[in-house]
């Protein structure tokens, strides 16, 4: 969190934080409405001996209107601060190494991986589908679904970790299977990374923040411990 208020940096946080805080009231005030009146409309068919159910009910909704409210900020905070993520990416590893990415931002560079980088896109898929598939079925096999929610926990924990590294390592043009070998060398780093940007994730208002203190803290891993450079680091 530290690094994303240097001078450099702070731009590429303030914009999409501020246009998911925008979001984030929006929809917290339009969800807040549509459960007040809907709670207001089930309250009047209450018999008065139940009237004192109301707090219960109103509570309910509260946490009804947080939870989705979470996890629609969630989302909405995905698609909007993407684009800004590779950038923010490439300013982090400026201000750690006084070096910026390999310039892929030209046209013929663009055309010329376009082809890879919907293939990489694909893997990647596949890989999260895969995986995210056989956890759903040991969900259903009584006994064996008592471990599924941990491991579930774990399995966000990776894939988080896997999302935010991808746009550090991506800058340098490598792709899924690059950065799948990668990740080999150093796989309980990846998972604490994950762990804790799933943590951070899950605490609302705090989350504002999650998503450009991963990619920061993802490009701090990637300089300091999975770089051709720095592959043995893990040891010391």
């Known amino acids: 969190m530290g690094l994303l208020m240097r001078p450099g940096i702070r731009l590429y946080v303030i914009l999409p934080v501020t246009i998911n805080l925008v979001i984030y009231l929006g929809v917290g005030w339009f969800i807040g409405r549509k459960a007040l009146t809907l709670t207001s409309g089930m309250l009047d068919y209450l018999p008065e001996w139940l009237q004192w159910f109301d707090l219960v009910i109103w509570i309910l909704f509260g946490l009804v209107a947080l939870l989705i409210t979470t996890y629609t900020f969630t989302l909405l905070a995905n698609l909007i601060g993407a684009p800004f993520n590779g950038l923010l990416a490439e300013r982090v590893e400026l201000e750690l190494t006084g070096q910026k990415p390999p310039d892929n931002s030209d046209w013929r560079t663009l055309l010329r991986n376009f082809g890879p ?120």
């Open 117 to 236: 980088d919907i293939l990489n896109e694909l893997r990647k898929l596949l890989y999260f589908a895969s995986r995210a598939l056989l956890l759903l079925l040991l969900t259903l096999i009584p006994l064996v679904n008592l471990f599924a929610a941990p491991l579930w926990l774990g399995f966000n924990a990776w894939m988080m970790g896997l999302e935010y590294l991808d746009y550090p390592m991506a800058n340098h043009r490598l792709d899924f299977r690059q950065q799948r070998r990668r990740h080999r060398q150093t796989p309980l780093s990846l998972f604490g990374f994950g762990a804790a940007t799933l943590l951070l994730s899950l605490v609302p208002v705090i989350n504002l923040l999650a998503m450009p203190t991963a990619v920061a803290g993802a490009t701090l891993l990637w300089v300091e411990r999975l770089q051709p450079d720095h592959r043995g680091s893990d040891q010391n």
